[in-house]
Nanobody, 128 residues
Framework: QVQLVESGGGLVQAGGSLRLSCAAS????????MGWFRQAPGKEREFVAA????????YYADSVKGRFTISRDNAKNMVYLQMNSLKPEDTAVYYC?????????????????????WGQGTQVTVSS
């Protein structure tokens, strides 16, 4: 089993940066692919980024490509989301999630139902 705890959210002005962290517990963390999703008020949860278990492949939603970077440190059981050039439309609760290595390709990684474990979320608010 994997437990996930996000941190690093907050209030930032448009154009600013934030770095989200996701701390994972469990010996099998390095065998999971990891993803970040977000949910804005009144909207469905949407895919942001994903990274394979080895860190060898990453996937991004078009809306964040070139601005956000996902990374992981398996030795520390951590996943990160570096967010630059933030926009008001990036305002949402951000969740990290663990996928047990069944996915292949963007379409799979972008599907929330493929993820087995979820964190509680961290709020990101971008002011204009």
């Amino acid at each position: 089993q994997v437990q996930l705890v996000e941190s690093g959210g907050g209030l930032v002005q448009a154009g600013g940066s934030l770095r989200l962290s996701c701390a994972a517990s469990g010996r099998t963390f390095s065998s999971y692919d990891m993803g970040w999703f977000r949910q804005a008020p009144g909207k469905e949860r949407e895919f942001v980024a994903a990274i394979t278990w080895s860190g060898g492949s990453t996937y991004y939603a078009d809306s964040v490509k070139g601005r956000f970077t996902i990374s992981r440190d398996n030795a520390k059981n951590m996943v990160y989301l570096q967010m630059n050039s933030l926009k008001p439309e990036d305002t949402a609760v951000y969740y990290c999630a663990a996928e047990p290595g069944r996915c292949s390709g963007y379409g799979c990684y972008a599907t929330a139902n493929m993820y087995q474990y979820w964190g509680q979320g961290t709020q990101v608010t971008v002011s204009s």
